[in-house]
């Protein structure tokens, strides 16, 4: 099977890239991992970077299953930070247009905001992960009234930078994919002295290494 790995920041996957059973091979960012062949891709934070390296990557290979990995923000008391999470649906919450007090979608344009796996790879490793609803978004929420007013929009679960551009690069491109996101701090008033990345890495890659294992 060909992989393709795709995370914003080295760091969010550095433990896999010490794993002793992943192996580089001669092309750059190109590894062996047992029957597999994987292709690590770091975009870069948001939904631009993502969008423009996944588009450019597309253009020239083809995947059997594309994973995009990374830490997020939670919304909710009951997906506590460590947590790790399938983003089965996820939504570019910046576009549309505000009106009075609320926001409106470009629907009538054509333009879907909302974006759901339409290819979700499906394995029995991913079972034991709770399957979520996620936002994308270029300014990370750290403001009390803008969070309550995206809640009381969308209901999110979790937070990312980059999730509904993965997710609709491989629905266009047609590629199995997972969107697994690890918990590192609930969203609310910014205070970094409550996150917990190390431990939302450390997670995610287990939970990453044993998808690898198993398929």
């Known amino acids: ?12 996957i550095k ?10 091979l001669q092309n750059d960012n190109l590894y062996s991992y047992h029957d597999h062949t994987i292709k690590i891709l770091i975009t870069g934070i948001g939904m631009v970077s993502t969008a423009y390296q996944m588009g450019r990557t597309f253009t020239n290979e083809h995947f059997d299953l594309a994973l995009n990995v990374g830490i997020a923000g939670s919304f909710k008391q009951e997906i506590p ?14 576009i549309g247009f505000e009106e009075g007090n609320t926001i409106t ?3 009538e344009f054509g333009v879907n905001a909302v974006v759901k796996n339409l290819f979700l790879f499906k394995h029995k490793s991913l079972s034991g992960l709770q399957q979520v609803k996620g936002i994308t978004v270029n300014t990370v929420h750290g403001n009390a009234a803008s969070i309550e007013k995206i809640k009381q929009f969308f209901n999110p679960d979790v937070e990312s930078m980059e999730g509904a551009a993965f997710l609709f690069a491989c629905n266009e491109e047609k590629v199995p994919c997972v969107q697994i996101r690890s918990i590192s701090n609930f969203v609310e008033e910014r205070n970094k002295s409550l996150w917990n990345i190390a431990i939302a890495v450390e997670n995610l890659n287990k939970a ?7 398929i």
């Open 105 to 107: 979608s470009f629907k």
């Open 81 to 94: 930070i460590g947590s790790v999470m399938n983003v089965v649906e996820d939504r570019f919450s910046e």
């Open 1 to 12: 099977m060909k992989i393709l790995i795709i995370a914003a920041t080295y760091n969010e």
């Open 15 to 24: 433990p896999l890239l010490m794993a002793s059973d992943l192996m580089p």
């Open 208 to 214: 990453l290494i044993k998808l690898l294992d198993s």
